[in-house]
């Protein structure tokens, strides 16, 4: 039954099709019934598709490291030419790495507390947002946020899922500013500030691109802010929400044969040398 007009729906709908209200998860859903299950997160097929992609990079970088120097520490030369971000590159038109850079890691602690993060990201605003506006968040944020690291940061090489997790918690923060009297929002603003708060604290951290995740948290806010919630199934304003996702898995993938393309050729310069 629907908590806003009482109509009965079925277990499945997670926009009520009589008043259009957004419907959260069912209390059965969110019980756990084993202590360790409390603390992990609902497995969706986006989360561990996103989280499948990420790893499959990270092992390409190992095998290519390992390859050309023996060792599984990742070297910049390898993140270069895989499709890391860094300035001199990206000045001379490789903007795709602006993308690319956001499935690459440096190592492999790094990969761990990204997987975290996204998964458990990915999961949750699956639920408010639905794919397509996720997906679209997901993208941009990891555009504008090495797009900032190009911008902002003193220099070197910046590769990491982080910026999109970033991006995740600004498109909540945009939930949470549009009804501020209800307790929901309320709930999510306040524990998404803490995800935020917590964030930017840690990356004070050496190593780590603060313009990268502040530029992350900006694109996935603007996302919320033009996106809103999911409406009713059908309409012209969700249609074009699926086609936006579409183009920037489309933009995703073009980039990725261009940064393959250009680590064929690097590759071989490593290799005779």
């Not at 009482?6 to 069912?26: E, H, K, M, N, W």
């Not at 023996?70 to 070297?75: A, G, L, V, Y």
């Not at 993060?117 to 679209?136: C, K």
């Not at 945009?174 to 709930?187: H, S």
Request: charged share 10%; with cysteine; hydrophobic share 55%.
């Amino acid at each position: 039954m629907c908590p806003n007009c009482r109509a009965f729906i079925t277990i499945s709908d997670r926009v009520c099709p009589y008043c259009g209200v957004q419907l959260g998860p069912r209390a059965v859903d969110l019980r756990g019934s084993e202590f360790v299950a409390s603390f992990l997160p609902r497995a969706n097929l986006t989360a561990v598709i996103i989280l499948a992609v990420n790893i499959a990079f990270f092992l390409a970088e190992l095998a290519v490291n390992y390859r050309l120097y023996r060792s599984f520490d990742i070297q910049v030369a390898v993140g270069i030419a895989l499709g890391a971000e860094i300035a001199p590159y990206v000045q001379h038109g490789q903007w795709w790495r602006l993308i690319t850079a956001g499935f690459l890691h440096g190592g492999f602690l790094h990969i761990a507390l990204n997987s975290w993060s996204i998964f458990v990201l990915v999961t949750e605003v699956e639920q408010f947002y639905g794919t397509s506006r996720l997906l679209v968040a997901y993208i941009f944020s990891t555009f504008t946020g090495f797009l900032c690291a190009y911008l902002f940061s003193s220099g070197g090489w910046v590769v990491g899922a982080s910026a999109p997790a970033f991006g995740l918690i600004g498109i909540m923060l945009a939930m949470g500013l549009r009804k501020r009297a209800d307790p929901l929002t309320q709930a999510v603003r306040a524990h998404y500030g803490q995800w935020l708060i917590f964030g930017l604290v840690m990356s004070f951290g050496g190593g780590i691109s603060m313009a990268g995740h502040v530029g992350g948290c900006i694109g996935g806010f603007l996302v919320g802010l033009v996106a809103g919630l999911p409406g009713l199934p059908g309409t012209a304003r969700e249609s074009f929400w699926k086609a936006a996702a579409g183009v920037a898995v489309l933009i995703t993938i073009y980039a990725w044969l261009q940064a393959f393309r250009f680590f064929l050729e690097a590759f071989r310069a490593m290799t005779s040398t």
